[in-house]
């Protein structure tokens, strides 16, 4: 397979990126968004929907657990607020 999108039981390329911007803390409003755009190439919408998809994959649990597991209790926090 190819790097984007990885072999089967691994993350492709933009998941890993993914993961790792979610890693990172920015400096004001915007910079994220920025980011997104200029180092991933997504718009802002598909990449939170990539993200939202990527909290349920098994996958990026074991590839980076610290950060699946702190945004599962951001995304369950907003949920319950609702």
Excluded: C, W
Aim: no cysteine; hydrophobic share 35%; net charge positive.
């Amino acid at each position: 397979m190819d790097e984007d999108t990885g072999e089967q039981g691994q993350l492709g390329r933009r998941e890993r990126d993914i993961l790792a911007l979610e890693g990172r803390s920015f400096s004001g409003p915007g910079a994220k968004e920025r980011a997104v755009r200029e180092e991933l190439g997504l718009a802002p919408v598909r990449y939170f929907q990539l993200l939202n998809a990527l909290l349920d994959d098994p996958r990026a649990l074991a590839h980076d657990p610290v950060t699946v597991n702190r945004l599962r209790r951001v995304r369950e926090r907003r949920r319950a607020e609702r």
